[in-house]
């Protein structure tokens, strides 16, 4: 039977102890799970250590946990395949910590509470239905429900949260569950609040434009959920669908990007931040006061920018367009010649992709 080591992140706040590591040595066949192997440490060596589970089978959410460095469930990573990554690390150790951005409570176990459901309550996540509700149920065409599959697919194991940059820079941040849960009544269509919703997330500092796409989310995230993609379909329907223009420049940045590529093909990064401010115009940004006070507090990382070369002042005054432009602006020309907004949800296609479903899937975005 093969014997891996398990090298654990303890931490006891009663003991007063600073958190510190602890190798188990467990057998196991490849086979079974990082979970298991945490269990049997605990069964045979240390009764005192700490790890959530419940279904052992990627249902209940409860053993998310840091995997050498990646964030994931202990009950749903073989042990052999955590071996195996240790080992192209350089380690013969697998290194098994509680997730990130997360108080820990008791070694690998961290403070949900805390921070994944104050997030999930934040986004109001039930349906608010305008009017009397029918005297039997909804009926909701099934086609909308499925382009809310994916969200409601989430078993809530914080896994994305652990594993989320924004969250490690700015712990305000809704965070990716939280946001993936909003899109979840944002897209059912018994919700009445939809338009609130956006212009709530919108304008909150710490909601809909603080994600940076980093994809970390939908990397860690063991459910198929996409994180990330659900954020950026509740950007599309605040900005494309109810033009919400918020305070943090979100609309802006967008549609400055947007245009910027439409008209150069590649981004000219020094008109970015002027036109973001400016809600995507260059002119509104020189000539509204609230846009030149933010360029104003913007100079320090402008002038640090161009000490570290990372802007040039040639190429802050000058941006070529690439030479075969016109076919970008072709794309842009098909795209705004459609009358309504096409998304592919990816999510449910079927084993096969058989014709039904992806026919299903590909008419699941409803504008
Ligand atoms: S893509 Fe956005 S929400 Fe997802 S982990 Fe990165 S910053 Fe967080
Ligand atoms: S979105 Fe995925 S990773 Fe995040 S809590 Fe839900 S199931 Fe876990
Ligand atoms: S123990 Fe339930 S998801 Fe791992």
């Known amino acids: 039977m093969p014997e891996y080591t398990l090298k654990i992140r303890r931490f006891d706040p009663e003991s007063g102890r600073a958190a510190y590591w602890e190798s188990f040595q467990v057998e196991l066949p490849p086979e079974r799970s990082v ?23 990627a249902i209940c959410g409860s053993c998310a946990v840091r995997i050498n460095g990646r964030t994931g469930l202990a009950c749903n ?17 697998i290194v098994v910590e509680p997730m990130g951005n997360m108080p820990v409570i008791k070694d690998l176990i961290v403070d949900m509470d805390a921070v994944h459901w104050k997030k999930v309550k934040r986004v109001v996540p039930w349906l608010l239905p305008a009017g ?29 949260v652990g594993a ?12 990716p569950a ?47 959920v996409a994180p990330m993609d659900q954020i950026m379909r509740l950007r ?9 223009k918020d305070r943090n420049n979100g609309y802006g940045h967008e549609k400055a990007f947007v245009d ?78 459609k009358d309504e907004r096409l998304e592919l949800n990816l999510y449910i296609v079927g084993e096969s992709g058989g014709e039904t479903e992806g026919a299903m899937a590909e008419g699941s975005q409803e504008s």
Not at 36 to 48: E, F, I, K, P
Not at 164 to 175: M, Y
């Open 260 to 337: 910027l590529i439409e008209r150069y093909g590649t981004l000219h990064e020094a008109q970015l931040l002027p036109r973001s401010y400016g809600q995507g115009s260059l002119i509104r940004s020189q000539i509204d006061p609230s846009s030149l006070k933010q360029l104003a507090s913007s100079l320090p990382t402008v002038i640090n920018g161009l000490k570290s070369g990372k802007v040039s002042p040639k190429a802050a005054l000058w941006h070529h367009k690439l030479p075969d432009q016109k076919h970008v602006r072709r794309i842009y020309k098909e795209i705004h010649s």
């Open 236 to 244: 599309r329907r605040a900005t494309a669908d109810y033009g919400i």
């Open 178 to 224: 939280a946001l993936a849960k909003a899109y979840r009544f944002v897209g059912d269509p018994r919700d009445a609040a939809t338009e609130d919703r956006l212009r709530d997330l919108a304008e909150d500092p710490h909601g809909l434009y603080d994600c940076t796409h980093c994809f970390a989310c939908v990397e860690v995230c063991p459910k198929g």
């Open 35 to 57: 979970l298991d192997g945490v269990l049997q440490a605990r069964d045979t060596q240390d009764g005192s250590l700490s790890i959530r589970c419940s279904c052992q089978a």
């Open 132 to 160: 009397d509700p029918p005297e039997r149920e909804y009926v909701v065409p099934p086609e909308s429900m499925i382009d809310v599959t994916q969200t409601m697919a989430c078993i809530h194991c914080g896994a994305c």
């Open 164 to 175: 989320c940059l924004s969250l490690e820079v700015d712990p305000e941040f809704i965070g």
């Open 77 to 93: 990573t073989k042990i052999g395949e955590a071996f195996e990554r240790a080992k192209s690390f350089g380690h013969d150790e």
